[in-house]
């Protein structure tokens, strides 16, 4: 005797990974977000100290830590850099451009 539920219950075992692959996935995910997170807003608030103090936005992110309103610029995630508007005085992560990604060629040498 057949059951309805026999032919089912093997095909979806094998299309859904294992629940902890997905859970452990989500879990690295959500650290990183948060990561990226605490970073922007130390920045931003290094910005925000800086132009309350100084009357002015910084110039650049380098900046900020020449004058002491920050230890260092804290690591951009992999693929990605920070982008300062001076005008706005906001900063925010965006995607590296391929051409920045890439290594240059080395300059052959001459014979």
């Not at 002491?68 to 906001?90: H, T, V, W």
């Amino acid at each position: 005797m057949l059951s309805l539920g026999d032919g089912c219950s093997n095909k979806r075992n094998q299309a859904v990974p294992p629940p902890e692959t997905d859970l452990r996935k989500m879990i690295v995910e959500a650290r990183n977000r948060q990561l990226r997170s605490v970073r922007l807003d130390t920045l931003q608030q290094a910005l925000q100290t800086f132009q309350t103090r100084m009357g002015r936005s910084p110039t650049n992110l380098e900046e900020i830590v020449r004058l002491r309103f920050l230890k260092e610029i804290p690591p951009a995630p992999e693929g990605m850099i920070y982008s300062l508007d001076p005008q706005y005085g906001n900063v925010q992560l965006v995607p590296l451009s391929p051409a920045k990604m890439t290594m240059p060629k080395p300059i052959p040498p001459r014979p």
